[in-house]
């Protein structure tokens, strides 16, 4: 029995007062609480790794004891977001307690987190759309904050006061407190937890942009700019979907080399001062006899190159804005001629459900080439340093991992 259980029973015994040994478990149950190392961005640009305070799951919750986390630059990007974040929004651990009405997860179970955290009663989630959630995403919902779709906000605590988890997430930390939701369970014996907790943001954005949003036919070509982590998931998801011809262009050639051992079938060294890669457009064509390509998708995150993919697409092709800019650009309009498509698909149309077991089948069949994004693997007191190789552009994919 809990230390503070027995002080209870014992004052109660002194003063002759009738003993519920029940309730007194369930005070006291509703009090628990444990330290979590976690990485907290400060809102000033920095970050400190210190302690946080994380209480027991309330009804729809879940605690996860972290066992891998993959960083990207959103969160970086978190940085500076003006306010105190546990960091991190992609990762896979262990089910450690559950709430009272969680009905399909158990204590033990290997689970992938998912950031975009459908509530399933909204207009778009009844659309089919989960990843644009009206009440819950981050994204869609908050701006980048607090929403329905996170654990109750003062179950984290730093420094006497509650804090807010990234992404709703929160995975650069020992342990994560998160809605039922937001947890995908993966039954597979031995789960390589590296290769899980890269799934739920890169993975995702890069195959759903191919699979579920461009819906990319068999024996079709594609272009991919720009060969970082989402874009080497996007030629892989190509290969998988059985495009004929995956032209890679980029400005790196060792990212080049990568791009072919994911699937592509050519390769272009883009000129940094190309501006809209139209020089590098005009080599598509040479590629592909004249036209431009079936399909071309944005990885770079860079808005001057936000038209570029409809300088590779033909008439009636589909350019698909897969890295997210969010700035104002200029476009001329002659790209668009004639009947080409643009769209702008989040997070790869995901429906964590579906799309996550469907990504670890693949992975481990073989097909999809989870361990070969993974350049390097850290602890969190090395957080720093994996930013830092990030920034560098020396890692596809960068991972922290918990002991």
């Known amino acids: 029995m809990d230390l503070a259980v027995v002080k209870q029973v014992y004052i109660l015994r002194l003063l002759s007062l009738p003993l519920d040994l029940s309730l007194l478990l369930s005070q006291n149950e509703l009090t628990m609480s444990i330290t979590s190392k976690s990485a907290v961005a400060k809102g000033d640009g920095t970050f400190i790794i210190t302690q946080v305070i994380v209480s027991d799951p309330q009804e729809d919750e879940v605690l996860i004891k972290m066992k891998a986390a993959g960083l990207c630059h959103t969160d970086y990007d978190s940085l500076n977001w003006g306010k105190r974040l546990v960091m991190g929004h992609e ?22 987190l998912n950031w975009a955290t459908p509530c399933m ?24 904050g607090h929403t329905p779709g ?17 992404f709703n997430l929160g995975t650069l930390s020992e342990y994560a407190l998160v809605k039922e939701a937001a947890v995908v369970k993966v039954d597979e014996p031995g789960l390589n937890f590296s290769a899980a907790s890269i799934v739920s943001c890169g993975v995702m954005t890069g195959f759903g942009s191919v699979v579920n949003a461009a819906k990319l036919e068999v024996g079709s070509s594609a272009v991919v700019l720009g060969c970082g982590g989402v874009g080497l998931n996007v030629i892989n998801a190509c290969k998988i979907s059985g495009a004929a011809k995956i032209i890679a262009i980029d400005v790196n050639p060792t990212k080049l080399d990568l791009a072919r051992k994911f ?61 997210g800019i969010e700035e104002e650009i200029s476009i001329d309009m002659r790209l668009f001629e004639w009947d080409k498509v643009y769209i702008n698909p989040l997070y790869g149309k995901c429906r964590p459900q579906i799309d996550f077991p469907k990504i670890m089948k693949l992975y481990k069949k073989g097909d999809l080439m989870l361990d070969q994004m993974i350049t390097e693997e850290y602890e969190l007191e090395n957080l720093q340093q994996a930013f830092d190789d990030m920034l560098a552009g020396k890692n596809a994919k960068g991972v922290i991992v918990f002991k």
């Open 91 to 112: 990762g896979a651990g262990i089910v450690e307690k559950i709430g009272s009405a969680v009905k399909d997860l158990k204590v033990g179970d290997q689970v992938i």
């Open 150 to 166: 996170h654990a109750k906000l003062e179950s984290s605590q730093w420094n006497g006061k509650s804090i807010e988890r990234s």
């Open 121 to 144: 009663h909204c207009f778009q989630c009844q659309e089919g759309n989960q990843h644009i959630c009206e009440n819950n995403s981050p994204v869609v919902a908050g701006a980048n």
């Open 263 to 323: 699937g592509a079938t050519d390769t272009i060294l883009a000129d940094k001062e190309d501006i809209g890669l139209l020089v590098a457009a005009k080599k598509v064509n040479e590629l592909l006899g004249g036209r431009g390509s079936d399909y071309a998708f944005e990885c770079t995150a860079i808005p001057a190159l936000g038209a570029a993919p409809l300088a590779m697409i033909r008439n009636a092709g589909t350019a698909v804005q897969v890295s």
